[in-house]
């Protein structure tokens, strides 16, 4: 981020918006995205984040998509995920 000048009424600004970004961060990672298991979105997005690319390796990391609904649930929101 360049800046010409000292700004700092728009960088309480920058800061609240990053704060606000961080805090929505924050609640989404903590959503459960496999009922099943209870397993949560950031623990998936770690697994993404750690290299797996398939459902398959999400399972295996994390046991999401294992559960009694056969991934019926869950298994699309995972496929999006890694399509991200
Ligand atoms: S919700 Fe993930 S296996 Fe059922």
Do not use: F, H, Q
């Amino acid at each position: 981020m360049s800046r010409s000048g000292p700004c700092y009424g728009c960088r309480v600004d920058d800061d609240a918006d990053e704060l606000e970004r961080r805090r929505r961060e924050i609640i989404e990672s903590y959503k459960v995205v496999c009922i099943c298991n209870k397993i949560r979105r950031g623990v998936i997005e770690k697994a993404i984040a750690s290299g797996a690319t398939s459902l398959d390796e999400i399972r295996r990391r994390t046991r999401a998509a294992t559960g009694p609904c056969g991934a019926k649930r869950c298994g699309p929101v995972i496929a999006g995920m890694l399509r991200r």
